[in-house]
């Protein structure tokens, strides 16, 4: 069967709606199990388990998981037992994924992986990361209430990642990077803000925390048939449209840098304005500079490029930047900092349009920097190439995403009724990292009001169904 995909992108929005496909009627006869049965498990077991994960925080305050950390092993033992409950067989790696296989009807076929991170951001939602492996658990237990995982095709294997989000050591997708087998064993010796490094943490917590245990992570790309996940939209689009589902098409790639700017520390009131060295100001104007060169590139990119070829691609709303960090030394009111440094998140749908930009943007703060006389560096702390998603697990989440919807009462429009979005994700995801594996496909969440990584992060109850509904029908038509 041949199947086209229109594209077109919205300029303020990041997860872009791509197109709106009309699917060819499901054959219900194929599906044996009711989507209608096990709500319990596939909506109120579910949120139950999300609001219990929201609970495990390293604060009292807000919540927060980060590698490794009290919290973190706490809620990857809970996501264990879970997994048990489910009838999967489970271990932890030696990167702290908790894994939860079942061998189906033939152990020995290639597997499908399915999985999310179980990490936050500070001051995290609940549902970014969780979402993804409370609904597979769901989906997979509802099999296992009526005796039909031992009918699945192949092995279906849940994985919690340890790490995705990066806010420990900078540097994102710790767990699925190590499955993948693309993460270096130099990461080992990357500290966090204490000093204590990646390899000191995993020993810490009876890891091995060596070059050969990272190395011995990586699966044998034979063994995996594809990697699906399931996620929180982190934007607006699906709401806005009425409906609770959406597939993803690609995933936008990202570079961070960290900058630094360093001058002369000095007395805030002893030293004349005129003779100052201070690093601030060149700081904030490459600020500046980064906000303006990917709000409006065509104005502000250099008119001599070595990538000229590649310019004719970066318009408004092709790419974002964010600066998310700024920490000046010694940070007192009454001192001129003697150094800045500030990060710079970089994402875009096309891998050249990102790198034009990053080009200009070392080019124009060195320019700065030199201008004022002060010195500054600038580190590649993350790359990640943009992915695309494979075809026919997109129409294969299409399908799963429509017969789980169309029963229940989730969209706002009855023109949507045959309706599946097709979403161009701008958020990085373990997808990527395991798209050097195998196969990958995403399904997105609708979130109100397009709100993440707040704690204002919220799904409905019939969202969080409609996914579990989604992936238990996708398992039934491996």
């Given at each position: 069967?041949?199947?086209?995909l229109s594209?077109?992108?919205?300029?303020l929005?990041?997860?872009?709606?791509?197109?709106?496909v009309?699917?060819?009627?499901w054959?219900?006869?194929?599906?044996e199990?009711k989507?209608?049965?096990?709500?319990?498990?596939?909506?109120?077991?579910?949120?139950?388990r999300l609001e219990?994960?929201?609970?495990?925080?390293d604060s009292?305050?807000y919540?927060q998981?980060?590698f490794?950390?009290?919290?973190?092993?706490k809620a990857?033992?809970?996501?264990e037992e879970?997994?048990k409950?489910a009838?999967?067989?489970t271990?932890?790696?030696q990167m702290g994924?908790?894994?939860g296989?079942?061998?189906g009807?033939n152990a020995?076929?290639?597997?499908?992986?399915?999985?999310?991170?179980?990490?936050?951001?500070?001051?995290?939602?609940m549902y970014?990361?969780s979402?993804?492996?409370v609904c597979?658990?769901?989906?997979?237990?509802a099999?296992?209430t009526?005796?039909?995982?031992?009918e699945?095709?192949?092995?279906?294997?849940v994985?919690?990642f340890?790490?995705?989000e990066g806010v420990r050591?900078?540097s994102?997708?710790?767990g699925?990077?190590?499955?993948a087998g693309?993460?270096?064993v130099d990461?080992?010796?990357v500290?966090d803000k204490?000093?204590?490094?990646?390899q000191d943490?995993?020993?810490?917590?009876?890891?091995?925390g060596t070059?050969?245990?990272l190395?011995?992570l990586?699966?044998d790309?034979?063994?995996v048939w594809g990697y699906?996940?399931v996620?929180?939209e982190?934007g607006?689009?699906?709401?806005?449209h009425g409906?609770?589902?959406?597939v993803?098409v690609?995933?936008?790639?990202?570079?961070?840098l960290?900058?630094?700017?360093?001058?002369?520390?000095?007395?805030?009131g002893?030293?004349?304005m005129?003779?100052r060295n201070d690093p601030m100001p060149?700081?904030?104007?490459a600020?500046?500079?980064?906000?303006?060169?990917?709000?409006?590139p065509e104005?502000?990119l250099?008119?001599v490029?070595?990538?000229?070829?590649?310019r004719?691609g970066?318009?408004?709303?092709?790419?974002?930047c964010t600066?998310g960090?700024?920490?000046?030394?010694?940070?007192a009111s009454?001192?001129i900092?003697?150094?800045?440094?500030?990060t710079v998140d970089v994402?875009a749908?096309?891998d050249t349009?990102?790198?034009v930009?990053i080009?200009e943007?070392n080019?124009?703060?060195?320019?700065?920097?030199d201008?004022?006389?002060?010195s500054?560096s600038?580190?590649?702390?993350?790359d990640a190439s943009?992915?695309?998603?494979d075809?026919d697990m997109?129409f294969s989440l299409?399908n799963?995403a429509?017969?789980?919807?169309?029963n229940?009462a989730?969209?706002?429009?009855s023109k949507?009724s045959n309706?599946?979005?097709?979403?161009m994700?701008?958020?990085?995801?373990?997808?990527?990292?395991m798209?050097?594996?195998?196969?990958v496909?995403?399904?997105?969440?609708?979130?109100t009001?397009g709100?993440?990584?707040?704690?204002?992060e919220?799904?409905v109850e019939?969202d969080?169904w409609?996914?579990?509904?989604?992936?238990?029908?996708?398992?039934?038509e491996?």
């Amino acid at each position: 069967m041949e199947r086209s995909l229109s594209v077109t992108f919205s300029i303020l929005s990041v997860a872009v709606i791509i197109a709106a496909v009309s699917l060819p009627e499901w054959n219900k006869q194929e599906t044996e199990m009711k989507l209608d049965s096990f709500s319990n498990i596939l909506r109120d077991e579910a949120v139950f388990r999300l609001e219990h994960l929201g609970k495990i925080s390293d604060s009292d305050k807000y919540l927060q998981r980060t590698f490794l950390s009290p919290a973190s092993i706490k809620a990857g033992n809970l996501i264990e037992e879970w997994m048990k409950d489910a009838g999967l067989r489970t271990w932890v790696d030696q990167m702290g994924n908790v894994h939860g296989r079942t061998d189906g009807g033939n152990a020995s076929a290639p597997a499908l992986l399915i999985g999310s991170h179980l990490d936050t951001v500070i001051d995290a939602g609940m549902y970014d990361g969780s979402l993804g492996i409370v609904c597979a658990l769901a989906a997979i237990k509802a099999l296992k209430t009526t005796g039909k995982v031992e009918e699945l095709p192949r092995p279906v294997e849940v994985i919690a990642f340890s790490d995705e989000e990066g806010v420990r050591f900078h540097s994102t997708f710790l767990g699925s990077a190590a499955v993948a087998g693309i993460l270096a064993v130099d990461i080992l010796r990357v500290a966090d803000k204490s000093g204590l490094t990646i390899q000191d943490a995993l020993r810490d917590n009876a890891f091995d925390g060596t070059e050969e245990s990272l190395l011995q992570l990586k699966y044998d790309p034979q063994s995996v048939w594809g990697y699906i996940e399931v996620h929180i939209e982190q934007g607006p689009v699906l709401e806005g449209h009425g409906v609770p589902l959406g597939v993803v098409v690609g995933i936008a790639g990202q570079t961070r840098l960290k900058v630094t700017v360093k001058g002369s520390q000095g007395h805030a009131g002893t030293v004349p304005m005129s003779m100052r060295n201070d690093p601030m100001p060149a700081a904030a104007e490459a600020i500046l500079i980064v906000e303006k060169l990917c709000k409006y590139p065509e104005e502000h990119l250099n008119k001599v490029s070595n990538y000229e070829s590649s310019r004719k691609g970066i318009s408004q709303g092709s790419i974002v930047c964010t600066v998310g960090e700024l920490a000046s030394w010694p940070g007192a009111s009454n001192v001129i900092p003697g150094q800045v440094i500030f990060t710079v998140d970089v994402r875009a749908k096309e891998d050249t349009i990102r790198e034009v930009i990053i080009s200009e943007l070392n080019d124009r703060i060195f320019q700065i920097c030199d201008q004022r006389s002060i010195s500054c560096s600038i580190e590649r702390k993350h790359d990640a190439s943009a992915v695309e998603c494979d075809k026919d697990m997109i129409f294969s989440l299409q399908n799963a995403a429509r017969i789980a919807t169309q029963n229940l009462a989730l969209l706002q429009i009855s023109k949507a009724s045959n309706v599946v979005p097709l979403l161009m994700s701008g958020a990085g995801h373990d997808a990527m990292a395991m798209s050097h594996l195998t196969k990958v496909g995403m399904l997105f969440v609708r979130c109100t009001g397009g709100i993440s990584h707040s704690p204002e992060e919220y799904v409905v109850e019939d969202d969080i169904w409609a996914a579990s509904r989604s992936l238990l029908a996708f398992l039934q038509e491996l």
